[in-house]
């Protein structure tokens, strides 16, 4: 369990494009959606592994706190890297909490900072004599939240490590449900903007590709009560039919050949800001998966991978948001 078969990709034309950006393309010639995989919830940190990477998304919602951000990066520190895509940051110096949060064991390889939206990486201490490249770039969309900085977009960090490379990119996309197709052109947007100034026709592309972020994709077919309903039962896996981004990524829209855990942890939007119940305002809105981590490896005879986590952080209540975590080991093929 746990261990991935991801598809290659396609010839022609569009992998040809795919090359020059250096991103998973989403829209192979082969249509595969997005690849639901099983976290086996074991890992042995390098011991049978080459790369071991923690992925944490958090939208929070303008509030922080330092002992929401050492919940955040979890007390397991073994891990190669941790990878940390916050969207609506605060004016806080969060770089800095981080930091503060990490100091024993891990430094900052790097960072990308466009406003509200933030991506961090972490590696142990001393770690960035392994790197051999670290490039960023940023791509908005549009969209602000007056004080607040709301930034909709993405900023990317791509990354040689212990000779891995990789791409990570958060982003933030247009909310409610009815703009599906918003999301999708969003997506498709920043995928072919990112690092497109830095063209280089030489450039070997990414191996792995993660992206993280509040993605904002909907239940959709379902009111609010029945939801809810299944929630409290435990029975949110009959939910993920409804889910748009599958949905969307089955119709070969997007993230075409990404892979993504199972939706075992309940939605993760909207909370009552201190609490663990679902929006009770006026709005009522349909509790949602808006908060994803999905990854795609270029070439599967290359590089295995593993899943080892997929959950929610339910032990944070200063947002409306859960954060989501992930954990995958990555191995050479020798």
Known sequence: MGNLNT???????????????SLGSFNDRAHEGIKTVEADNLCEFSRNSDLCICIVTWNMNGQVSYEDL?????????????????????????????????????????KAIMQSLQLYVFGPKKSDLLIKELKVDKHSVGGCGGMMRRKKGAVVIRINY?????????????????????????????????????????TRPAQITIWLGDLNYRLQGINT????????????RLLTSKDQLLQEAQRGQIFNGYCEGTLTFKPTYKYNIGSTNYDTSYKVRVPSWTDRILFKIEDP????????????????????????????????SK
């Open 70 to 110: 050492v919940e955040l990066a979890g007390s397991n520190r073994r891990l190669d890297i941790l990878v940390v895509g916050l969207q609506e940051v605060p004016r806080n110096n969060i770089a800095r909490l981080l930091q503060d949060a990490l100091v024993e064991t891990h430094d900052l390889l790097g």
């Open 225 to 236: 009560h029945p939801a809810r309903t299944l929630i409290q039962r435990n029975l949110h």
């Open 301 to 332: 005879d290359e590089i295995s991978a593993s899943l080892h986590c997929y959950e929610s952080v339910d032990d944070i209540y200063s947002s409306d948001h859960k954060p989501v975590r992930a954990h995958i080991c990555f191995k050479l």
């Open 162 to 202: 212990k000779g891995f490379r990789m791409v990570f990119i958060t982003c933030h996309l247009s909310a409610h449900a009815r703009n599906v197709e918003e999301r999708n052109s969003e997506c498709r947007h920043i995928s072919h903007s990112l690092f497109a100034k830095y063209w280089n026709p030489y």
């Open 7 to 21: 598809i290659q990709a396609g010839k022609g034309r569009r992998s040809k494009y795919k090359r020059k950006l």
